[in-house]
C-alpha cells in the first residue's frame, strides 16, 4: 500500500506536459498544448495538455484525467502501479509492505510477464558479459558488427546458452511459475510437459514499449548453423503484452529524437536500428521485416507525419519500399524513399559513415514516394495493358490520400509525368474514392447489423428516451457540483431554531432532492455527490482539484471530464458567474431533472395504459397518469416552459 502523503508528494511533482511528452508528440498552443490523441485515431491534433491545471483532455473521444490516469489508460496499470511509475521517474521512495504470499499469487498476468521479462532481459545481458560462452559466441558476433558497449548496454543486448534448459532452471530457482515462462514466450511446452529455451544458442535483442518496460524478445542464430537455416531470426509469440503488428524496434530510444528531428527513418531489421544509432542517427525504428500494420502507423505519427522507407537498392529492398505505402498515404503520413548504393544497407552504409555523411545522402538521395513509384513502374514500360496497369496503381495510391488539395497536387504531378491528361486521372481516381467509400458504409452497416442481432432485448419499462434524458441532466447536475459545489447560493437561511446559515450548491441540491425523497440514480454519480457533500460541510474549498486528483480512476477521470469545457466561448457569451446566476441556474437544473423523471413515468404508465386489457388496471393507470400530468404541468410552470399535452 502507498501512503495518502508519498501520493501527494508523487502528484504534486509529476508534471503532465512532460509525463504526456513521454508518449507523444506536443506542441505549445497558448497556454496549452496540443497532440494527436494516443487514445483513439485521431488526424488534426484534438488531445490538449493543461500544464496550469495539470490535466489532459480529448476533445473527440472524450478521454481526460490527470498524469496518474493518463499512465493507467496508455500503459494498462493499476493506480497503484501507475503512481509507481510515476514515482521512478520523479525519484521519489516509496516504501511498501512485503506481500503476502497470497497477495503476489493474485499479480495479474500483465503485470507477471513485465516482470519476467524484465529478469529474463538482465539474464541474457549478464550470460553475454559473463559466461564464457556468452564471451565466446555472443559478444564476439556484436564485435564483428562494430557495436561498442554503450549501445550493447543501451539496446539491452544479450546471449541465451546453448544449453536448451539453462535459462529454464535458472528462472525457477528465482521464483519464476513454468506458466509465465510459456506465456510471455520465453520457453515452450512439449508434449511431456517439460520446458524448453525458446532462444537457446541465439544472440537476443529484446523489444521494448514505448514506455520502456520489455514487451519480447528477438533471438538470432550464430556460426554455421545459420547457413541454408530458414528461420535465422526467432520472435518471441504475442502474448498479453505483446502483438507484433502493435510494436516497433527501437521505438523507445528513437522517441525522442523522432520528435526533435520531427521526422523518422523506417529500417527492416534490429542491426540497421542498432548501427545507425551508434552512427549517431537516433530517429530510428524496424519493423523487422513484417508489413507495416495500422497500428504501427498510428504509434509513430503521434510523433511525426513524415516517414523516410530506408532500404537496399535491390529488388527485395524495392518491393519492402513498396510494401504498405498506401496504408501510409491513408493514415496522412508524407512518404520519402531512399535506396541505398548496391550490395549495401543500413547496417553496412552506417558503419561505413558518420552521421554528417549519412544525412546528406539521405538529404540529395531521398525521392518523393510518388516520383519513385511513377519512375518504377513505368520504367521502361511499353506495354499499353501493364502500363494502363502501372498507371492504375499510382492512381489507386493518390485516392487514399484523405487531404484533397495533397491528393490535388499529386494528379496534377502524376499527369505531368506520364503524359495522361489530368481529367481522365481525376475520373478514375473518384472511382476508386467511390468504390471505396461504398464498401466502407456496406462494412459499417454489416457491423451496425451484426451488433443488433447480438443486442439483448430492452426491457419494456423504463422507455430509452426517458433514461437517456435522466441520465443527461444527473450528469449536468453532477458537473455543476463538481464545478461550482462549494460556492455560496442562499445566505442567511432559517435552521427553525433561531440560527441562520449559509448554503452552498451541493447543499442546496441535497436539501432539494431530499425534500422529495430522491435520489441520484447513476451510482458513480451518486457516490460523487455524497462524497462532495461531506467535502464541503467538513470544511473543503476546491471540489474540482479534490475530485481530479481522486485516487480513484474513474471518479477523477470524470471529474477531469466534466471540469473541461469542450468549447470555450467569448466572453460575451460566457456565463455569469455570482450567487444569484448560480442558484437560478441550479434551480433550473433541479426542476429539469424532476421533468426528466416524471416524463419517464408518464411513458411508462401510457405504455403500461396500452398494454392492459384489465378495467380496475386501466383505471389506476389513468389516475396516476392524471397526476402525474398535472405535477408536470406545475414544474413547467415554475420553470417557464409550456407543455403541450
Not at 551 to 558: A, K, T, Y
Amino acid at each position: 500500500m502507498i501512503d495518502r502523503a508519498t501520493i501527494d508528494r508523487i502528484m504534486d511533482a509529476a508534471n503532465i506536459v512532460d509525463v504526456v511528452s513521454e508518449f507523444v508528440s506536443l506542441r505549445k498552443s497558448g497556454a496549452n498544448y496540443k497532440g494527436l490523441c494516443p487514445f483513439h485515431d485521431d488526424r488534426t491534433p484534438s488531445f490538449s495538455v493543461s500544464p496550469a491545471r495539470g490535466i489532459y483532455k480529448c476533445f473527440s473521444c472524450g478521454k481526460a484525467g490527470n498524469a496518474a490516469n493518463f499512465i493507467m489508460e496508455h500503459e494498462q496499470l493499476s493506480y497503484p502501479d501507475a503512481l509507481r511509475w510515476l514515482a521512478r521517474k520523479y525519484h521519489i521512495e516509496i516504501k511498501e509492505r512485503e506481500l503476502t504470499d497470497e497477495e503476489r499469487q493474485q499479480e495479474n498476468e500483465r503485470e507477471s510477464i513485465f516482470i519476467v521479462n524484465e529478469w529474463a532481459a538482465g539474464y541474457f545481458n549478464d550470460v553475454l558479459h559473463k559466461e564464457p560462452d556468452g564471451q565466446a559466441i555472443g559478444m564476439a558476433y556484436f564485435r564483428s558488427r562494430g557495436f561498442r558497449d554503450d549501445i550493447i548496454a543501451k539496446f539491452k543486448l544479450g546471449f541465451a546458452l546453448p544449453r536448451r534448459n539453462a535459462m529454464v532452471e535458472q528462472a525457477r530457482t528465482r521464483g519464476y511459475k513454468d506458466d509465465y515462462l510459456v506465456k510471455s514466450g520465453l520457453c515452450v511446452r512439449r508434449d511431456d510437459g517439460s520446458l524448453y529455451d525458446r532462444f537457446a544458442g541465439r544472440v537476443i535483442f529484446p523489444w521494448m514499449g514505448v514506455s520502456g518496460k520489455v514487451t519480447a524478445f528477438g533471438g538470432r542464430l550464430l556460426d554455421a548453423r545459420t547457413k541454408g537455416v530458414a528461420q535465422k531470426y526467432v520472435n518471441s509469440p504475442d502474448s498479453v503484452v505483446y502483438h507484433k503488428d502493435h510494436e516497433l524496434y527501437g521505438l523507445y530510444q528513437a522517441k525522442k529524437a523522432i520528435a526533435k528531428e520531427g521526422c523518422v527513418y523506417m529500417v527492416e531489421g534490429y542491426t540497421d536500428v542498432i548501427s545507425m544509432h551508434q552512427c549517431g542517427i537516433e530517429n530510428v525504428v524496424a519493423n523487422s521485416g513484417t508489413a507495416l500494420s495500422v497500428h504501427q502507423i498510428r504509434l509513430l505519427r503521434r510523433f511525426t507525419e513524415n516517414i523516410v522507407l530506408l532500404y537496399d537498392g535491390d529488388e527485395a529492398g524495392i518491393h519492402a519500399a513498396l510494401r504498405g505505402t498506401d496504408m501510409l498515404l491513408a493514415e496522412g503520413m508524407k512518404i520519402k524513399i531512399l535506396l541505398l548504393p548496391d550490395n549495401e544497407d543500413p547496417d553496412s552504409f552506417a558503419r561505413k559513415h558518420t552521421a554528417v555523411e549519412f544525412r546528406e545522402y539521405i538529404a540529395s538521395h531521398q525521392t518523393d514516394f510518388m516520383e519513385f513509384k511513377t519512375q518504377l513502374m513505368l520504367r521502361g514500360e511499353t506495354d499499353p495493358i501493364k502500363r494502363s496497369e502501372a498507371i492504375q496503381g499510382i492512381v489507386r495510391s493518390i485516392s487514399v490520400i484523405k487531404d484533397q488539395i495533397v491528393r490535388a497536387t499529386y494528379v496534377k504531378d502524376c499527369a505531368m509525368r506520364i503524359g495522361i491528361p489530368e481529367q481522365t486521372l481525376i475520373n478514375e481516381m473518384n472511382k476508386l474514392i467511390r468504390h471505396d467509400r461504398e464498401e466502407q458504409e456496406r462494412q459499417t452497416q454489416r457491423e451496425e447489423e451484426r451488433k443488433r442481432a447480438q443486442a439483448p432485448e430492452r426491457s419494456r419499462l423504463g422507455p430509452p428516451q426517458a433514461s437517456e434524458r435522466v441520465e443527461e441532466m444527473e450528469k449536468l447536475l453532477i458537473q455543476l457540483v463538481v464545478r461550482h459545489g462549494g460556492e455560496v447560493v442562499l445566505r442567511n437561511v432559517d435552521r427553525g431554531d433561531g440560527t441562520t446559515c449559509d448554503l452552498t450548491v451541493v447543499e442546496y441540491v441535497y436539501y432539494s432532492l431530499e425534500e422529495d425523497e430522491l435520489q441520484l440514480a447513476n451510482p458513480l454519480y451518486r457516490r460523487i455527490f455524497l462524497e462532495a457533500l461531506e467535502y464541503v460541510t467538513t470544511g473543503g474549498d476546491d471540489l474540482l482539484g479534490h475530485f481530479q486528483m481522486h485516487p480513484d480512476v474513474e471518479v477523477s477521470s470524470l471529474a477531469t471530464r466534466l471540469g473541461v469545457d469542450s468549447y470555450v466561448l467569448s466572453a460575451s457569451n460566457q456565463v455569469r458567474t455570482g450567487e444569484e446566476p448560480l442558484r437560478v441556474q441550479t434551480e433550473h437544473l433541479l426542476l429539469d431533472y424532476r421533468m426528466a423523471l416524471l416524463q419517464g413515468h408518464i411513458e411508462q404508465l401510457q405504455k403500461q395504459l396500452l398494454a392492459s386489457d384489465d378495467e380496475e388496471e386501466r383505471s389506476q393507470c389513468l389516475s396516476q397518469l392524471g397526476a402525474l400530468l398535472s405535477m408536470r404541468q406545475e414544474i413547467a410552470k415554475r420553470s417557464g416552459k409550456s407543455i403541450i399535452i
